[in-house]
């Protein structure tokens, strides 16, 4: 059964056809599992939200002031002020996408501070990213001298701080030495060129405030601004930052998926999405003293899983196992096995905690801006760091000290394990492929016929991983090289897709391809700040080739939208020329076909708003050469994203 929603061309999934569509056995196991021991999980409140509201979905709820909320009908065309629908729905999405800009900005200024207090002495960690500090003070022109490594990276991470929070007229930095000349004239003409997170992030909101503007291609300007202003401040801030911090990744081979936790060892998992305390958590927890306390209390060692993007961040450096995304965090507490959850920052939801109190798992918190109640909390905060250490070693404590406390009786680990490569990176994906030159040369033949970022959340309105899944398999037999992040990486890790057996679903150029240069067809690329790393590629390729990037057989899919911070990513990526499709009607009101005036056989044409318009029909594509596709049904999606590449290989006269 499904939720029918006709009025957005599509249905949403009840619990049984998740368990009937969800890829992954182990989810299965344990969706029916958690239901056996009378727990709930986000199925089942998603159930009781039924039918959800239809002016939140299309986006046409306004609740910018205290007079409304207004909802826009044919009835009452504008809100009580006067706004019009397409004010409504562009302000609700700039609203979202700035949200998310707010959430990477945070995140950045976490990693970038973590810098400058290692530069300044007063955090006790080691630069690991010494290629990266070098590289970074060549491109923004630093005077390199004799300065230490740790001097060049406060020079860096002051750079870093200055696009975060800039208020005069001036440039991102990051934007200026990253983004393609082409595009920075464009962007300059449309007059677009954003100040900082912070300065954008004001603006937006100011813009969109009851009596601000009210002309809504001024408001899709900001957006576009802001969007750059989330590209170049907060998702390059953030994952250069932290390859200056942690290193940068090297491709590592690993097994995944729940069946890494083990019944007779400690289980902690690390979740979140800025692993500095962690980093210094798993130094503790590698400390003789903490092992041997785990076997006192009976257990034969502790295990560490990843969930959301900590967990692709630990599996890319270090190779830890990563188990589950944001939808999966609930079922990996159902196992019963998880001793404890030591969480950052962003995408751990309350329910997690609710059904942790019930299978007696143990949640620590370690950042100021994420409190759970109830939890342990002990943060990390890079301008205050003196207790760092100390409160890492409490962290692993507090954490294997759980094994001795809790009920064991519940305790089910479906026994599934996955072969999975992750760790790529910009670097490691050209020199794997045979260098710039090379990569140019297999995609004019064909041997690689487009290149995909499938990325982003997991949202309750597909079946649970079944887009991501679906999706990618079939761009693999159409020759399609898949790169991935957050939390849609952990669904093709998962199934198999990040490993060098899955060449025999490729079509025969990819094939070949996986054969000749030992890569997996999926490539994971990290957490979902690192999708920089595909888009320095993306910019490489189309420079290499001399090819505006609008040009190029690439192309963003988000099959599962899901947090604020998605809106960004796919806009990032569409700022730059490359076309985006998602999984599921963004809020925006559906252009439903109408019936043709005066046509005697039925005949259709497509409905029409002026945002839908813009986004998905030719505003977009005349100004950025890019437009979005919407497509919830998987193998028609995979059908949109395979015509996409086809059509632009047929443009540039290549096979
Ligand atoms: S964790 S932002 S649900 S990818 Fe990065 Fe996953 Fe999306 Fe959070």
Redesign the pocket.
Known sequence: MSYKYPYLNTDMPDKNEVLQKTPNKATKELIRKISGDGNETYLDRFASQQPQCSFGLNGTCCRMCQWGPCRITEKSPRGICGRSQDDIVISNIIRSLVSGLAAHGRHAHEIIYTIKGIAEGKINLKLKGITRIYEMAEKLELDIGNKTENQLAGEIADILVEDLGRMDNKNIRLLEVFAPEERKKLWGELGILPRSAAYEIMEALHMTTLGSCSDWKAIAGQEKRSALAYCYSTLFGSSLATEILFGIPEPNETEVNYGVLKKDHVNILVHG?SPVMIEKVLEKINLPEIQQLARDYGAKGIVIGGL??TGTELLARYGIPSVT??LGQEFVIGTGAVDCVVVDM??VIPGMKILADCYGTQVITTCNSNRIPGAVHLPFDPEKPETLDEDAYTIAKTAVEAFKDRDRSKIHIPDVKTKAYGGWGYESIVDALGGLDNMAELLKQGRIKGIATVV??NTPKVAYENNHVTIVKKLLESDILVLTT??CSHALLNAGLCNRDAVDICGGGLKGVISEYGVPPVLAVG??VDNTRTLRLFISLAEKLKKPMKDMPFMFVGPEP??E??VGQGLSFLMHGVSNLVGFPAPIPVPNPIPVKGSADGEMERGSNNIADYFGGNGAMEELGAKIYTEPVPELAAQTIKMHIKRKRNNLGWK
């Open positions: 999405h959301c993007c995304n944001i962003q995408c982003g959340c957050g939390c957490g979902c899901g947090n911070k998605t």
